[in-house]
């Protein structure tokens, strides 16, 4: 499902962390990897350490079998990680969430969370709060809420489950702002249909499903359950275009990653 798959490493733990699970995927699916580094000025000593954490890296790319390509820019990290991205047609970003390399923070962080943000593509990340990492995806789950914004991550969601013969969990959860106490139910209606119906299109394509509606504060909802079922990969998406109630997507997506103790993938519904 994926041809193309980017790296982005500043050399930290959480990147490297993040630069397996990649790799493991890359593996999986027989892309290519690509690595990158930025390196934000022009000294010769700070080239040659991002030249090291890429070679380490891409060794590691080779060392499973996957074809690689790599490459240290200068410049903003984000605008450079996804320049790349858009001049080399990769599918699929994977990137740690907060590393740092001494007291600079370089790569990670808030540059990741405004990747995410900017990204048209899929941006798989990995927080320092990881456990078992590389992870072979046997369960994904997709935070839903049923608008618009969360149809490309129902989508990838379908798709990653199909290709790693993995279980899909579909989750709704309902926010309990006080806000919205008139209207709970009608929302539990619409979180039990829109469940259902990701679980009619998984078992369509021969996956094994689940799904489930919960009330709570969507971020917690989420995080909570993707421990307590232990599953591999999180697919949520970046925002929702419904007017109505951001529930699960925009906004709580920008919560989750850098809490998450799974693997998350953030997947933007682009407009037509």
């Not at 890296?57 to 320049?83: F, H, M, N, T």
């Not at 078992?132 to 369960?139: F, Q, Y």
């Not at 618009?148 to 579909?170: I, N």
């Not at 806000?179 to 829109?194: I, N, P, W, Y």
Request: proline share 3%.
């Amino acid at each position: 499902m994926y041809e193309d798959v980017l790296v982005a490493t500043d050399g930290s733990d959480v990147a490297t962390t993040a630069a397996t699970q990649g790799i493991a995927i890359a593996d999986a699916v027989g892309a290519t990897v690509h690595v990158v580094s930025v390196v934000a000025t022009r000294s010769d000593t700070d080239r040659s350490r991002h030249e090291a954490f890429v070679e380490s890296v891409a060794s590691d790319a080779a060392d499973a079998g996957c074809p690689v390509e790599s490459v240290v820019r200068e410049g903003r990290p984000a605008r450079e990680i996804l320049a790349y991205a858009d001049e080399e047609d990769v599918d699929l970003l994977a990137m740690g969430t907060h590393g740092r390399t001494g007291i600079r923070q370089t790569l990670l962080g808030s540059v990741a969370l405004e990747v995410i943000r900017q990204a048209r593509l899929p941006v798989l990340t990995v927080s320092a709060d990881a456990s078992d990492v590389p992870r072979e995806i046997d369960d994904v789950l997709v935070a839903t809420d049923g608008w618009s914004g969360s149809a490309a991550a129902t989508g990838q969601a379908l798709a990653l489950a199909d290709t790693f013969d993995a279980r899909l969990h579909a989750l709704y959860a309902v926010d309990v702002s006080p806000a919205l106490d008139g209207v709970l139910e009608s929302f539990e209606e619409h979180g039990k249909q829109t469940t259902m119906d990701v679980v009619d299109r998984a078992r369509e394509r021969g996956i094994e499903a689940t799904r489930t509606v919960e009330r709570g504060e969507p971020h917690e909802t989420i995080l909570a359950y993707a421990d307590e079922e232990d599953v591999d990969l999180l697919v949520i998406g970046t925002e929702s275009k419904s007017t109505i109630e951001r529930l699960v997507i925009g906004s709580v997506s920008q919560r989750v990653v850098p809490n998450a103790t799974t693997p998350v993938l953030t997947v933007r519904t682009l407009e037509e």
